[in-house]
């Protein structure tokens, strides 16, 4: 009976796997009414219940955004314009870089280490962010939810991945924020780091890892 990979015997990672928002940049709906809603309680609740990320999660599996703002508008009429929003002003939710960790990229890259990303993102979204991201120029390949139409943790987007970068799991480290998501990672025999802490705890594991 085959037995679940065990990483203590396994020889170190050398490729590097990618998260994208909240481990190289920031992203934050509420963003997106600073103006239009300008007193925070009442912005964090539409967030919390309209515009939520909960509901922008079927972007990222596939849902483009006229399906959704159509639906949701129908939903809640009376916020009909600021529902519309989500989709015209999308690139306000993301204000930057998540600090240091772009740094570790162009390091990682200087030393000739292979990076790849995994990501849960719209298609809609992807075409407007991407442009303005040349980041993410040093990774060879990226899979992106939305397109694939499987979405993290889903095993099988990693297992996608693995196919797609031509890897084995077992020499990748994968990054992200996301504790199901690693949890996910490492079953499947992925190195994993939880990004919780930081790009100093993850210079720290990179470093680790011989990969810095």
């Not at 990979?5 to 997106?32: C, M």
Request: glycine letters at 6%.
């Amino acid at each position: 009976m085959p037995q679940a990979p065990n990483q203590s015997v396994i020889s170190r990672p050398t490729i590097v796997v990618w998260d994208v928002g909240r481990v190289l940049v920031e992203w934050d709906l509420a963003l997106l009414y600073r103006d239009a809603i300008p007193d925070p309680a009442e912005r964090a609740r539409f967030v919390a219940e309209v515009v939520s990320e909960e509901w922008h999660g079927q972007h990222d599996a596939g849902v483009p955004w006229s399906t959704m703002v159509a639906a949701r508008s129908a939903e809640f009429p009376q916020h009909a314009t600021l529902i519309a929003r989500y989709a015209s002003h999308w690139l306000e939710s993301i204000p930057g870089p998540v600090a240091g960790t772009h740094d570790l990229v162009r390091r990682l890259a200087a030393r000739g280490v292979p990076q790849y990303a995994i990501t849960n993102f719209g298609v809609d979204a992807w075409a407007q962010f991407r442009p303005t991201f040349p980041i993410l120029d040093h990774c060879r390949d990226i899979v992106v939810s939305g397109a694939e139409r499987l979405i993290k943790p889903d095993p099988a987007i990693f297992e996608l991945a693995a196919r797609r970068f031509g890897q084995a799991p077992e020499t990748m480290l994968f990054i992200d924020d996301n504790a199901a998501n690693i949890a996910t990672a490492r079953a499947l025999g992925w190195h994993t780091h939880h990004f919780a802490q930081g790009a100093t705890a993850l210079e720290a594991d990179l470093l680790a890892h011989g990969l810095l």
